[in-house]
């Protein structure tokens, strides 16, 4: 027997029929038409092509062959198609060849989506399951030999409207947007057994689970009962109103026409269902989709022998596509069948002899009003080459589809953002003086205070060296321990303990200070002098003790410190005096170390206020961390807009342009600078360079190394901004290590995190004027009008005690380290006065209902269980590093209690939008 598939010379090749050489470039032509005729695709119906091949082997040959021509690579259709075999368990062959075609998707075309037609076969699954179980049901009770009434109790129908639309919904959470909002309500988990479980039990699924299956059943009505061109409501002869669940829960339990009845009634639905979407997904003039849609869809199906399993299957399958044969969609579709056909056919059907008689009858109806009769074509197989030089058949040619560079995703993006440039455009070509925006750098402006910042070297010949002012605070701050500790022993007045955990000083008196610690003691220092002062004239106040800390440089001990902090506070708590700890404040910097010794406190249920570390992975150490300055998340999330939008790479003297490229330099064994580095570059999005400095384990990367590596990127690309995660004396021996590597005279623009704060704030790197260096601070320059009275007020008493010169006036580090004083402050006044007693858990209860007031650094907003998270809209600045002093560039977030909300924008006109956080002011706790 004959087979198509490979010659002898490997060419796949068709049968040699007699009399079939037009045969193959007309089906070619029919499954693709000439460009001139791609509206013949909405209108014009080709007839059914049945060949009676009398085998059932060669019928399968015979479609593998129609198959090549439509997709040669088994894995890449070029022509949507579906393969309907000789059914063995299936009850509607529609079903099967829907859900063949639905999602095909060939090369740039766009995929082939039959929304209704799943729809309506998950329908008639549902009815076809509900039948076999209760067939089932009746079975078991026949067995019985026992009346329904004996042991059976009366069930839910599941074809009746809520039921039915209930388990189609299922099926369409089980993956996408609806099964992602049915996950988040847990409607279908069983409850944890916190009160928020049983609080979102209650809010959850209505919300996320029964509205969108309301709105997803309400848009299927509106479509398909409501819609002025339904086929539904066309079909059925019923009014355009109603439900469509409802309507279909009357269609499925139809009784006309008995069970065969039923199953005609269902096979329609299905291909009407499906010719529905087809017209929906037709070809077009416009739009990326429907342009590329110039090809019919194919259904290949096998026609079984009469009296075999599936010859009934397949006859009404036939018969339902002659019915439906004029429906909207009919003519994007052509039916090729092989196999038994002559068992099939109706006398009315025109017959062919050959397959080029059937290429001649291959055309649209005459009238177009009524589906064209199924061509019967005689094709029997050939008889087998015998002789070399015989015809061995058509070579098979794949159908002329035209090839697309881009999908149609692809290619409406790119229409849009052309369109996008010709709207940006044309305004400039119509109105050439909007051409000449402002150039000018965005370098902000010097805020005039009482304030005078003097650079550190000149301001320790007021104040000393850096080891003389650290023992100076230090022993200023025992000075008011002694007080308070005489309060509490002769006049009985309640005394906690506050721990203070820092870093100190190098002894070294030609060392600048770099690391913050002088700045934040003075900041505790005077918080604590005023919390005791208020706490003198209010007995339902506590006085504090502070004990200060030193755990080495880079906090090498901090872990042992917190060990023992967390041994006396679990064995003092009981004392009820000075020596019970309340809290621990501290942990500047964002270190390995650091999170492990928050972890160890935590673990010992003692509170702990950070001050300046930012890390997002210091949260992780548990509910007993409470961090004071905003996150790496917030902070890289301003400063990679910054960075992208602001006008602050210079390319001529005075004048700038935005940044196009970044290159981050961080330290990836340093905990925060590694993840500060990270989020940049999330934010900054693409463009981004990263730079390990020093490098990874087993690397040596020095600063001449870096220094020459950023050299090479900004000669390649002037507009390159740097964004330094990496430490400060880190970026010292960069600086001094850049102007030796042959970039001298290149202006350099580097955004710096405040790690870079006090080496500014204290007169470092202005001597080099190629350097163009920004950092971010978390307070307000003394005397901006954005500033609270809180603030104003606390830097009067700091000149007092400090002097105006003082370098650190504007430090952050200041700022935070009062007001996470007094949170704990705050905190344990409260707990005071509920209970007259206070230590590390009732401050702890205090700080989760929530924490309000104006702080130095801004408004205090921590909300109701709020732990291990930033007080809400935490103040973020940006400044300029300049001799003239720094510059204010940019400032987000809340800095006043009673005023205007939060600053939400900035750059010029405040055209850019500051970082938002999650909450809202309604989520507060009140006023503390």
């Known amino acids: ?81 579906a393969r309907v075999r000789r059914p063995t368990g299936a009850r509607f062959l529609t079903m099967q060849a829907g859900t063949g075609l639905n999602g095909t998707s060939p090369p740039r075309i766009g995929r082939l989506r039959l929304r209704t037609f799943l729809l309506m076969r998950d329908l008639v699954e549902q009815a076809q399951q509900a039948r076999q179980a209760q067939q089932d049901q009746q079975a078991q009770q026949d067995q019985q030999d026992q009346p329904h009434s004996d042991h059976l109790r009366p069930t839910r129908n599941p074809l009746d409207e809520k039921p039915l639309r209930d388990a189609v919904y299922r099926l369409r959470t089980q993956s996408g947007p609806l099964g992602a909002l049915t996950r988040l309500s847990c409607a279908e988990s069983a409850p944890v057994g916190s009160w928020i479980d049983k609080v979102w039990l209650v809010a959850g699924p209505p919300l996320l689970h029964t509205f969108p299956r309301w709105c997803w059943a309400a848009w299927w009505s509106r479509r398909l009962i409501r819609s002025k061109h339904s086929w539904f409501v066309s079909w059925r002869g019923i009014d355009a109103s109603g439900r469509l669940f409802e309507r279909m829960s009357n269609l499925l339990t139809l009784q ?63 018969d339902t596509y002659l019915k439906v044969g004029v429906t909207a969609g009919s003519a994007s579709l052509l039916l090729v069948g092989a196999g038994h056909a002559a068992a099939y056919a109706d006398e009315s059907w025109p017959r062919c002899s050959t397959l080029n008689r059937a290429a001649e009858l291959l055309v649209p109806a005459a009238d177009g009003a009524t589906a064209p009769f199924p061509l019967l074509v005689s094709a029997s197989p050939p008889a087998p080459v015998g002789t070399t030089g015989a015809d061995q058949g058509e070579r098979l040619h794949p159908a002329p589809v035209k090839h697309f560079r881009w999908g149609p995703r692809t290619e409406l993006t790119g229409a849009l953002s052309v369109a996008a440039a010709a709207l940006t455009v044309a305004p400039l070509i119509v109105c050439p003086q ?165 972890r160890v406190l935590n673990n010992g249920q003692v509170p702990v206020i950070g001050t300046t570390a930012t ?62 580095g990270a989020k940049f570059v999330r934010n900054f999005g693409g463009g981004t360079e990263t730079w390990e400095f020093p490098g990874g384990e087993g690397a040596e990367i020095s600063a001449r190394d870096t220094a ?44 710096g995190s405040n790690e870079l704060t006090n080496a500014a704030l204290g007169g470092k790197f202005l001597e080099h004027k190629w350097l163009r260096l920004y950092h971010t601070v978390h307070v ?21 005690r400090y002097t105006k010169r003082d370098p650190w006036i504007n430090d952050g580090h200041v700022a935070l380290a009062h007001d996470a004083l007094k949170v704990l402050s705050s905190a344990a006044d409260r707990e005071f006065t509920s209970t007259d007693a206070v230590d590390a858990q009732g401050v702890k209860s205090k700080i989760d209902e929530g924490i309000r007031f104006e702080g130095v650094s801004g408004d205090i907003r921590i909300p109701h269980r709020h732990a291990a998270h930033p007080p809400l809209d935490k103040a973020l600045v940006v400044l300029k590093h300049t001799k003239g002093g720094q510059r204010l560039v940019l400032h987000c977030g809340a800095f006043r209690q009673n005023g205007d909300g939060p600053v939400e924008r900035w750059g010029p006109g405040g055209r850019y939008a500051c970082p938002p956080d999650d909450l809202t002011p309604d989520d507060l706790a009140p006023d503390a």
């Open 434 to 598: 909007l051409a000449s925006q402002e150039k000018d750098c965005l370098d902000g402006a010097v805020v005039e205070g009482r304030a005078a910042p003097t650079p550190l070297r000149a301001a320790t010949d007021e104040g000393g060296t850096p080891k003389e002012q650290y023992d100076e605070v230090v022993g200023a701050i025992e000075k008011l321990n002694e007080k308070a500790l005489t309060a509490e022993k002769k006049f009985h007045k309640p005394v906690r303990r506050v721990v203070y955990l820092g870093s100190g000083v190098d002894p070294d008196p030609d060392q600048v200070v770099m690391n913050g610690t002088i700045p934040e003691l003075r900041g505790i220092l005077l918080g604590q002098e005023e919390l005791n002062r208020l706490a003198s004239e209010d007995a339902n106040r506590v006085r504090l003790y502070v004990e200060v800390r030193d755990t080495g440089t880079k906090f090498r001990d901090v872990v042992r410190h917190a060990k023992d902090v967390a041994r006396a506070a679990r064995a003092n708590s009981r004392h009820q005096d000075s020596r019970t700890v309340v809290g621990v404040i501290g942990f500047r910097e964002s270190r390995k170390s650091t999170k492990e010794a928050a």
């Open 256 to 318: 006309d026409g008995g069970p065969e009845g039923q199953l005609e009634t269902l096979e329609e639905l299905l291909f009407r269902a499906l010719l529905a979407d087809l017209a929906k997904a037709g070809p077009g003039r416009f739009g990326p989709w429907a342009r590329r849609r110039r090809s019919r869809r194919v259904i290949l199906l096998d026609l079984p022998r009469e009296g075999t399993p599936g010859a009934e299957l397949t006859r009404r399958f036939l």
């Open 615 to 676: 890390a997002d992975a210091m949260q992780q150490a548990g509910d007993y961390y409470q961090p004071m300055s905003p996150d790496n998340s917030r902070e890289t999330a301003v400063a990679a807009q910054f960075a992208r939008d602001g006008r602050i790479i210079e390319t001529a003297a005075g004048r700038c342009e935005t940044s196009t490229r970044a290159l981050v330099v961080k330290d990836p064994n340093d905990l925060y600078t590694n993840e500060l």
């Open 780 to 800: 307000l320059p003394d005397g901006h009008p954005d500033g609270n009275g809180q603030a104003r007020e606390f830097i009067s008493r700091y000149i007092d």
């Open 708 to 751: 020459a590596h950023v050299c090479d990127v900004i000669k390649e690309d002037r507009r390159t901004v740097v964004y330094w995660a990496s430490r400060v004396d880190r970026f010292t021996m960069f600086v001094n290590a850049y102007p030796d590597s042959g970039c001298a005279g290149i202006p350099l623009t580097v955004i």
């Open 1 to 81: 027997m004959p087979r198509t598939g490979r010659a002898g010379d490997g060419i796949r090749r068709f049968p040699a029929f007699t009399g079939s050489r037009d045969f193959l470039p007309t089906f070619r032509k029919a499954v693709v038409p000439p460009r001139t005729e791609w509206q013949g695709l909405r209108d014009k119906v080709l007839p059914a092509l049945l060949l009676d091949t009398g085998d059932d082997g060669f019928s399968d040959a015979l479609l593998d062959a129609f198959a090549y021509i439509l997709a040669p690579e088994p894995t890449e259709k070029l022509v949507a198609y």
